[in-house]
């Protein structure tokens, strides 16, 4: 998305071409994190970020509406917040930084009137005891009770680098007890039957490995080909 010479330096508010529709946000609901993580070559996923809302078993699915900010100041959350729509995902670039809070208690009360899914955070949150008391998913890096300013500059619906990923405005997040993950809408029609098919391939290995009768070579050909003697 092109940056607009009417726009201040550091400040840009777009909107998103692309979303996924609801059916396909609710078959990635479905499917296990780590196995959509498997089929995007295993090298993609959120690093440090950690779950506050205090429930293992929720599952965040939603198009991303991405929010860049300068590390500690939340002016583009707040508009952000007022743009979204039911079920969206905020996925905010702060550059990791844990000096200031992103995000509080009195943005978890507006987040869960507009019924915004959840918040992706590549940086700090603060009222712990608020976001756990669930109605809003949330990941973020760490926490501080030291507030944010509210100043900018920042920009909202750009491509983000966020704890490792690269997040573009309508990019479907999932999100499960093993992490985050950022799956780009172009991708998403052609990797959903590959997931399924790698769910199904590892339930039928789980069912040897609980018989007892998982096939050997599966991992000594493996050995056998590098040159280890079995």
Request: hydrophobic content about 40%.
């Amino acid at each position: 998305m092109t940056l607009s010479a009417t726009w201040p330096a550091g400040y840009f508010i777009g909107q998103r071409d692309r979303l996924p529709d609801a059916d396909t946000i609710d078959a990635f609901r479905r499917l296990p994190v780590p196995n959509i993580g498997d089929c995007m070559g295993r090298s993609c996923g959120a690093l440090g970020l950690l779950p506050w809302h205090n429930d293992p078993a929720l599952v965040l699915c939603g198009p991303a509406l991405t929010v860049k900010v300068r590390p500690g100041d939340n002016l583009m959350i707040h508009k952000a917040i007022e743009m979204a729509q039911p079920g969206d995902v905020l996925v905010i670039d702060g550059a990791g930084d844990l000096t200031q809070a992103l995000v509080g208690g009195l943005m978890r009360t507006s987040a869960l009137t507009k019924k915004i899914a959840g918040f992706v955070i590549d940086g700090a949150i603060r009222d712990v005891n608020e976001w756990a008391e669930g109605g809003v998913a949330l990941w973020a890096r760490g926490n501080t009770l030291r507030g944010p300013s509210k100043e900018g500059p920042g920009e909202i619906n750009v491509t983000i680098q966020c704890a490792g990923l690269v997040v573009s405005p309508g990019d479907l997040i999932v999100a499960d007890a093993d992490g985050v993950i950022s799956i780009p809408v172009a991708q998403l029609a052609s990797l959903l039957p590959r997931v399924r098919e790698h769910e199904q391939r590892e339930a039928r290995i789980r069912e040897t490995n609980r018989q007892g009768s998982a096939d050997p070579e599966r991992f000594n050909a493996v050995l056998r080909a590098k040159g280890c003697p079995l």
